[in-house]
């Protein structure tokens, strides 16, 4: 694993490290009903005590060797508008989950697509992955949408894998290999 952190570039964003001063923003996007409404670890409602604790937890996941959160912030206004992490870094199998989630007030401009794509990159090409999948509820298409674009595969369908506001969900797993990668 890397010593530090990098940040990342894409077009319009910059992906660097979640900061503590960060927590106001992240409480008001990730806060938003949509954003919990699909992803499974979010909670609603989403504290500042939460964001700030989630923040500060970071650290531990990357210094483990287990996890990459990146904050997307808007190059030009230097806005928080996201984020994009790997998670369960496996490196017995060299394998990571993406997961993500825009602000909902930038949804439909491809943020995800191109903020997941340099992640996605970063994984195969820094942290030497072979493979990165990703799980997302059925009934989201858009988030689909993204890892299709991706250039995933759709791998699997786990039936009521998880339960969300009382209801059990289906939930996709799609997956993306170097060697899919190297094919393209
Ligand atoms: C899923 C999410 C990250 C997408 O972010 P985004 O920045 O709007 O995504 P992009 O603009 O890059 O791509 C969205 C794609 O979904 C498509 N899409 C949107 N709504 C759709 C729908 N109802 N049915 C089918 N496709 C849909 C868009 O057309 C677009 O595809 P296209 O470029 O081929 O037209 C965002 O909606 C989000 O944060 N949702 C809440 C959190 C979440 O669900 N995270 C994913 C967990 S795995």
């Known amino acids: 694993m890397l010593r530090f952190q990098p940040s990342l570039r894409t077009t319009r ?15 008001e996007l990730a806060g938003a009903r949509e954003i919990a409404d699909t992803t499974i670890s979010i909670p609603h409602p989403y504290s500042l005590a939460f964001a ?14 287990t996890g990459i959160d990146f904050a997307i912030i808007l190059r ?16 017995e ?3 990571a989950e993406l997961g993500f989630w825009i602000g909902v007030s930038w949804w ?4 995800a697509t191109e903020a997941a794509s340099e992640v996605t990159r970063f994984g195969f090409d820094r942290l ?12 989201n298409p858009a988030a689909g949408a ?3 674009k991706l250039g995933m595969k759709q791998e699997g369908l786990l039936r009521q894998r998880v339960r969300k506001s009382g209801a059990f969900e289906d939930v996709a797993l799609s997956a993306l290999l170097r060697d899919d990668v190297r094919a393209t």
């Open 13 to 27: 964003f910059l992906l660097r490290p979640f900061l503590a001063e960060d927590a106001p923003d992240l409480q």
């Open 52 to 65: 700030k604790s989630w923040i500060a937890g970071l650290s531990h996941f990357f210094r483990a060797g």
């Open 76 to 91: 030009e206004s230097k806005e928080l508008i996201g984020s994009v992490a790997l998670r369960d870094i496996d490196r």
């Open 93 to 95: 199998n060299e394998q």
């Open 108 to 111: 439909g401009a491809g943020c």
């Open 128 to 139: 030497s992955l072979n493979r990165i999948y990703a799980y997302y509820m059925v009934r």
């Open 146 to 148: 993204v890892l299709l």
